[in-house]
T-cell receptor, first 112, second 114 residues
C-alpha cells in the first residue's frame, strides 16, 4: 500500500503545551483519518476529514485536510497526561476502495 | 453496543503450529479488515472483506496466511505453519457501509511464535 510519512516520530512535552504533528503522501488522498492508540489497545478514531481544506475539531483536537490533498495535520491544545499515546494518520486513495493506509505514528509523551 | 471483539487477546505458540485468530465485527458493518502491526512495518493491511466476500488480499504475506468470513458476524485469520517472524499484533477492524471508511478496531491479538 501507499506509505504515509508522519512526523515527528516522537514528542516529549510538558503538560499544558500545544502539540502539532503532520502527515504527507506522494499521492492524492480523498480521505484522511487520525487515530490514537494506547498501550495494549487498538487504534481509536479521533477525527475524519473528507474535503480538501476541511478543518475539524474534536475538543482540544483540531485536524485539517491539506488543500493539495497530499497532507494533513493534527493539533492538540493544552496537552494533558492522558494524551499520551501513539497518533496515527490514515488515508484512503481514491482508487483503492475502502482500504486505509497508515503512517508509522507519532509517539507522544506528556509530563505533568 | 459492543465494539469489534477479537480472541484470543494473547497467543503464544511454537513454530510450525497452526494459529487461528478470531474476530466478531460490529453488528451491521459491511466491511471487515485484518491488519498486522509490528515495530518495523507499522500497521499493514492484510485483507479485507465486503459483505463476507474477500475484496483485496494483496497484503497477505504468504500462502501460510488465509482468512475466511463464513458469515456477517465472524471472521478468522489462520497461519499455518506459523514462524517466529509472524510475531506481531493482529487487529481486526470493521466499518459501517459503502462510502464510509471510518474503521473501528478491536483490541488486537498479540501473537508470539517461539
Amino acid at each position: 500500500g501507499q506509505q504515509l510519512n508522519q512526523s515527528p516520530q516522537s514528542m516529549f512535552i510538558q503538560e499544558g503545551e500545544d502539540v502539532s504533528m503532520n502527515c504527507t503522501s506522494s499521492s492524492i488522498f480523498n480521505t484522511w483519518l487520525w487515530y490514537k492508540q494506547e498501550p495494549g489497545e487498538g487504534p481509536v478514531l479521533l477525527i475524519a476529514l473528507y474535503k480538501a481544506g476541511e478543518l475539524t475539531s474534536n475538543g482540544r483536537l483540531t485536524a485539517q485536510f491539506g488543500i493539495t490533498r497530499k497532507d494533513s495535520f493534527l493539533n492538540i491544545s493544552a496537552s494533558i497526561p492522558s494524551d499520551v499515546g501513539i497518533y496515527f494518520c490514515a488515508g484512503s486513495l481514491s482508487n483503492s476502495g475502502y482500504a486505509l493506509n497508515f503512517g508509522k505514528g507519532t509517539s507522544l509523551l506528556v509530563t505533568p | 453496543d459492543a465494539g469489534v471483539i477479537q480472541s484470543p487477546r494473547h497467543e503464544v505458540t511454537e513454530m510450525g503450529q497452526e494459529v487461528t485468530l478470531r474476530c466478531k465485527p460490529i453488528s451491521g458493518h459491511d466491511y471487515l479488515f485484518w491488519y498486522r502491526q509490528t515495530m518495523m512495518r507499522g500497521l499493514e493491511l492484510l485483507i479485507y472483506f465486503n459483505n463476507n466476500v474477500p475484496i483485496d488480499d494483496s497484503g497477505m504475506p504468504e500462502d501460510r496466511f488465509s482468512a475466511k468470513m463464513p458469515n456477517a458476524s465472524f471472521s478468522t485469520l489462520k497461519i499455518q505453519p506459523s514462524e517466529p517472524r509472524d510475531s506481531a499484533v493482529y487487529f481486526c477492524a470493521s466499518s459501517l457501509v459503502a462510502g464510509s471508511i471510518e474503521a473501528f478496531f478491536g483490541q488486537g491479538t498479540r501473537l508470539t511464535v517461539v
